[in-house]
């Protein structure tokens, strides 16, 4: 078992920054890839970026390449999320999720994520 905790969320301007974090407890934290996911009003919860148990491979959405940057800390517990250049469209609550380094499945998709944070809301205004 894995409990995650989201923090760093807030309200911030179009083209700021935020720093989302996701602190990891239970379980040896290099033992699990970590995803960010997010989800807004009305829609459907989408993928943001992963990271692999060593942090050697990232992946990210198109809609926020070049713009966010994931990261971790395997001696912190901690993933991490930067997220720079925001725009309003990127508002929504943010998800850090892991799940067991023996499930090499796609990063993007959610279902395989097995454990999932409580979530931190973004707002970004215009």
């Known amino acids: 078992q894995v409990q995650l905790v989201e923090s760093g969320g807030g309200l911030v301007q179009a083209g700021g920054s935020l720093r989302l974090s996701c602190a990891a407890s239970?379980?040896?934290?290099?033992?699990?890839?970590m995803g960010w996911f997010r989800q807004a009003p009305g829609k459907e919860r989408e993928f943001v970026a992963g990271?692999?148990?060593?942090?050697?491979?990232?992946y990210y959405a198109d809609s926020v390449k070049g713009r966010f940057s994931i990261s971790r800390d395997n001696a912190k517990n901690t993933v991490y999320l930067q997220m720079n250049t925001l725009k309003p469209e990127d508002t929504a609550v943010y998800y850090c999720?892991?799940?067991?380094?023996?499930?090499?499945?796609?990063?993007?998709?959610?279902?395989?994520?097995?454990?999932w944070g409580q979530g931190t809301q973004v707002t970004v205004s215009s």
């Open positions: 990271i692999s148990w060593s942090g050697a491979r990232t």
């Open positions: 999720a892991a799940r067991s380094r023996e499930n090499s499945g796609s990063y993007y998709d959610n279902r395989q994520y097995d454990y």
């Open positions: 239970g379980r040896t934290f290099s033992n699990y890839r």
